[in-house]
Nanobody, 125 residues
Framework: VQLVESGGGLVQAGGSLRLSCATSGFNFDVHAIGWYRQAPGEGREGVICLSGRHGNTYSADSVKGRFTISWDDAKDTVYLQMKNLKPEDTAVYYC???????????????????WGKGTLVTVSS
């Protein structure tokens, strides 16, 4: 599985940004895909995920109502639409596949999960 993120950049608070993650070798019918982020000096935080084509969606409380995730079959790409961005959303955003995406949490495995290289989102106040 290969994951390649794009779409990061600098945006003002209140603005919007859409991240893309192009996948190869990933089967959306049976596996979860989503986004983690890591702010400077902080640990990784699960942001939002889809648990497969017929599964559930999870989003962290910090992004509920502002971030949405979607999958495009034609492009084998997952998108993260971010609206009303806040300075605290500043982080490197990672696309992740093959992990547990439940209704109430998301958690990855060091051995079994796949990660992209990340894309930096900076929100200025």
């Amino acid at each position: 599985v290969q994951l390649v993120e794009s779409g990061g950049g600098l945006v003002q608070a209140g603005g919007s940004l859409r991240l893309s993650c192009a996948t190869s070798g990933f089967n959306f019918d049976v596996h979860a895909i989503g986004w983690y982020r890591q702010a400077p000096g902080e640990g990784r935080e699960g942001v939002i995920c889809l648990s497969g084509r017929h599964g559930n969606t999870y989003s962290a409380d910090s992004v509920k109502g502002r971030f949405t995730i979607s999958w495009d079959d034609a492009k084998d790409t997952v998108y993260l639409q971010m609206k009303n961005l806040k300075p605290e959303d500043t982080a490197v955003y990672y696309c992740v596949a093959h992990f547990l995406c439940s209704l109430t949490y998301m958690t990855y495995s060091d051995e079994g999960s796949y990660w992209g290289k990340g894309t930096l989102v900076t929100v200025s106040s």
